[in-house]
């Protein structure tokens, strides 16, 4: 019978490793604790690079878990309007100059009038972008431009000349949630969707 080389072993470990990530009803009712079991045992037999592999994808499952999460936090299209599915960017260059990015666009079925909230969390400029809105500048409010304070959490409001407007909110130490309004949607609708945000569940969901 010919001998199987280990480093054979170890790809064919890793391969059935991928497989069994692929199907996941293959496991069991957790599959986060599944490749926590399958690391254990891994780095047990003394078989590091399996262990390491089966740890990475556990962490890249409770990740997608938590993304999955935090898209729910998104409030419901208010009555009269409709939204796209919310959608997150976590990854490549642009994560790494904005953050973890969330999604989610909301359209008046009469008027067309658009509003994107978007969740910046854990960017590196948030400190930057957290002292600009503190400049007494922005106080002053020249041309409708001006600090805006919700439940305690500080902000800049943006009116434009066609009637739409942009907010920004810092929430917490690192989220920023933004309110973008274009083709007519003001203040006004930007205000009632933050009201329809839990703020609080967004400042937990990001924390850590």
């Known amino acids: 019978m010919p001998r199987i080389s280990p480093a054979l072993l170890r790809h064919g470990a890793a391969s059935l490793l991928a497989i069994l990530v692929a199907s996941p009803a293959v496991l069991g009712a957790d599959p986060v604790l599944d490749q926590i079991d399958t690391a254990r045992r891994a780095y047990a037999d003394g078989d590091r690079g399996v262990a390491i592999e ?20 998104f409030p419901k299209p208010l009555p009269g309007w409709s939204a796209e599915d919310a959608s997150a960017q976590s990854g490549g260059l642009a994560a790494a100059l904005t953050g973890k990015m969330l999604t989610r666009t909301y359209t008046n079925d009469d008027s067309g009038a658009e509003v994107t909230l978007t969740i910046s969390a854990n960017s590196p400029f948030m400190g930057f972008v957290s002292g600009l809105m503190q400049m007494p500048l922005l106080a002053q409010g020249g041309d409708g431009l001006g600090t805006y304070v919700y439940e ?26 933004q309110l973008d309004g274009r083709q007519g949607a003001g203040a006004d609708t930007l205000k009632a969707y933050l009201e329809a945000t839990d703020l609080e569940a967004l400042e937990k969901a990001f924390e850590g």
């Open 54 to 73: 089966a740890l990475n994808v556990a962490i890249a499952q409770i990740r997608q878990q938590q993304t999955e999460q935090q898209l729910r936090l």
């Open 152 to 177: 305690g959490y500080r902000g800049l409001l943006e009116p434009s000349d066609e009637g739409s407007a942009k907010l920004s909110l810092i929430i917490g130490n690192n989220i920023l949630l």
